[in-house]
């Protein structure tokens, strides 16, 4: 299916909208940033778990990770990113809410395209996207200043 990559992409949007919904009533009832992160750490286990059950590629994981250091590299990446980003979004819906919060998250394609091309020199943009960029930061800079 031609745009399948599409519909998970939404799909992810719908199921972030209603993270961010449950994570600022959470967060107004004065609950600690830090042991939700770790309560949802420990929920991934058992995903891991079933996932790759189910799929069977754990192995091939792991397998992946003895053979090639640059996945190793980029695993260690990928989790230290996203506890950080986890990190000051939490926070950031404690100091104001999940909604405004979430609209300056948005605007995170425009620094992965700036770190693609800074660690991997590869520049995904043509002028469409880079119009959609610019509509993401004026709408930014709409909510800063009325928001």
């Not at 004065?30 to 079933?50: I, K, Q, R």
Request: charged content about 10%; glycine content about 6%.
């Amino acid at each position: 299916m031609e745009n399948l990559w599409l519909y998970y992409a939404f799909a992810a949007t719908v199921f972030w909208g209603i993270n961010c919904a449950f994570l600022e009533k959470l967060l107004e009832k004065g609950f600690p940033v830090s042991l939700l992160m770790a309560l949802e750490s420990c929920m991934a286990l058992p995903l891991f778990f079933g996932l790759s059950y189910i799929r069977g590629t754990a192995k091939e994981g792991f397998s992946m990770l003895k053979m090639d250091s640059e996945a190793l590299y980029l695993l260690f990446a990928v989790s230290a990113s996203s506890l950080v980003a986890n990190f000051f979004i939490l926070h950031s819906f404690q100091a104001k809410n999940a909604t405004l919060a979430g609209l300056i998250e948005v605007s995170y394609p425009i620094f992965t395209i700036l770190f693609t091309w800074l660690f991997f020199k590869q520049f995904h943009l043509n002028a469409y996207s880079a119009a959609g960029g610019f509509l993401i930061m004026a709408g930014i800079a709409v909510i800063y200043i009325k928001g």
